[in-house]
Nanobody, 128 residues
Framework: QVQLVESGGGLVQAGDSLRLSCAAS????????MGWFRQAPGKEREFVAT????????YYAGSVKGRSTISRDDAKNTLYLRMNSLKPEDTAVYYC?????????????????????WGQGTQVTVSS
């Protein structure tokens, strides 16, 4: 199992940047594909970005592509999401998630149901 704890959220202005972190417990962090999702009030949880076990492959939702970067530091058991040029529509609770894999399949996982473990979320609010 792995436990995930997000941090780095807060209140920012449109156009600002933010880096979210997700700290994972355990010593097998490198065995998980990781993802970021977000959920705004009254809306379903939506995919933001994912990174492969190896860290070599990433994939982004169209709404954040080009202004966001997902990365991982396996030595620190930490996942990151850097978001630039933030917009009010980015306001949501951001969650990190982990999918256990026996090998790096090269597939992208964008459906919340494909993930095994979730953090508690961190609020990001972007004011206009």
């Amino acid at each position: 199992q792995v436990q995930l704890v997000e941090s780095g959220g807060g209140l920012v202005q449109a156009g600002d940047s933010l880096r979210l972190s997700c700290a994972a417990s355990g010593r097998t962090f490198s065995r998980y594909a990781m993802g970021w999702f977000r959920q705004a009030p009254g809306k379903e949880r939506e995919f933001v970005a994912t990174i492969s076990r190896s860290g070599f492959s990433t994939y982004y939702a169209g709404s954040v592509k080009g202004r966001s970067t997902i990365s991982r530091d396996d030595a620190k058991n930490t996942l990151y999401l850097r978001m630039n040029s933030l917009k009010p529509e980015d306001t949501a609770v951001y969650y990190c998630a982990a999918r256990s894999l026996t090998y790096d399949s090269g597939s992208y996982y964008t459906n919340p149901h494909e993930y095994d473990y979730w953090g508690q979320g961190t609020q990001v609010t972007v004011s206009s």
